[in-house]
């Protein structure tokens, strides 16, 4: 039934018909193919085809950026293609830095491989700014760096870094932190092992020490120059630690007499301890001779006359003692009754 009808239509009908599937294809591509853009490429001797441009949109592709990118490419003479470019976009990469970095590098005849520029972005450096810097190197300020001269002065410096991109080792190399944290530490050993008057009439000493130890080492950069921007004379450590130590070793000698004035009042008041022992047992010596006098009486082993003189010499002894401003009480002195008058007298004599 379809053939017989379709037999049976006119020419014309056959030609708008064939006319309106021109223009749904036509239609269809306009929507799906940016044609503004694919002149552009065509114009600009990049020329990609329509269905590669198709396949970018239905990829989800930046069309614009992956053609003019391409376009500037071609224009500067690098061997690029659309998939490289495409891939890189896909796997996340900016597109626009790479071939912007590789234009650069390309003028100013500086190694730069494509391979090497993807992964430099990929790695999250910026490649075009890297480039930049190989150019023209970049100078890095260092903060206030406080050290502490052989003497003990305390000098504040603050150096400039002039550094170049080295592209072969930007990949895995450390970054501007390491390079400063470098210099700041070349800085503290340098004017560790001078005195402060030599740093002052000769700042070059810092830089020209720093420089040759080779801080760049495994860096992204090339340390072209380290200039002393600044340098302040700050406190005398070296005094203050003197006076704390002075302090410290005054208190230290503080504690060790005060040590041994205890040990001294100690060994006083066991002296005197031991003296009220020893007369306690003179006294209890002393208790004991009227007792044998009285024993020495009951056995007759000791007579009145015989005691007589002994108090007549005790007497002489007494009285010899009080012309010689001296007293001394003996254990022959019985305890009589005037003995408390004799104690008395030996008082008024020791006044």
């Known amino acids: 039934m379809i053939t017989t009808l379709m037999a049976g239509m006119p020419s014309w009908a056959w030609w708008l018909i064939a006319l309106a599937i021109l223009v749904v294809v036509v239609v269809v591509v306009c929507i799906l193919c940016p044609i503004g853009v694919w002149f552009r490429a065509l114009v600009s001797g990049a020329h990609i085809s329509i269905p590669r441009l198709i396949g970018m949109r239905f990829r989800k592709v930046n069309v614009g950026l992956i053609v003019d990118s391409y376009i500037s490419a071609r224009k500067a003479g690098l061997n690029l293609t659309v998939n490289e470019l495409e891939a890189h976009f896909m796997a996340g990469g900016n597109v ?14 500086i190694p730069l491989s494509v391979d090497t520029a993807k992964a430099i972005d990929l790695a999250g450096r910026d490649v075009l700014e890297a480039i930049n810097n190989s150019v023209t190197p970049k100078i890095m300020e260092s903060d206030t760096i406080a050290a502490i001269s052989k003497d003990g002065i305390e000098l504040r410096v603050r150096v400039r870094v002039t550094v170049r991109t080295n592209i072969s080792r930007l990949v895995g190399g450390a970054g501007e932190d390491t390079i400063l944290a470098r210099v700041g530490e070349g800085i503290v050993t340098t004017v560790g092992a001078k005195n402060y008057n030599e740093i002052l009439e000769n700042p070059d000493l810092i830089s020209k020490t720093v420089q040759d130890k080779n801080l760049d080492a495994g860096t992204a950069y090339e340390i072209l120059s380290i200039d002393v921007a600044d340098v302040d004379v700050g406190k005398n450590v070296g005094a203050k630690l003197k006076v704390a130590r002075a302090d410290a070793d005054k ?46 009486f009951r056995n007759g082993q000791l007579g009145v006359m015989d005691y007589y003189r002994m108090q007549n010499m005790v007497a002489d002894t007494s009285m010899r003692n009080s012309l010689a401003g001296t007293t001394s009480k003996t254990a022959l002195e019985a305890p009589t009754h005037d003995g408390k008058d004799k104690k008395k007298t030996n008082d008024n004599n020791e006044q």
Request: glycine letters at 0%; proline letters at 2%.
């Open 96 to 109: 626009y830095n790479v071939v912007t970095a590789l234009i650069a590098a390309h003028s100013a005849k």
């Open 251 to 296: 208190q230290v000698a503080q504690a060790k007499a005060e040590e041994r004035r205890a040990m001294a009042e100690a060994a006083e008041q066991e002296m005197i301890a031991r003296t009220q022992e020893m007369k306690a047992q003179v006294l209890l010596a002393e208790s004991e001779v009227p007792k044998a006098m009285a024993e020495a």
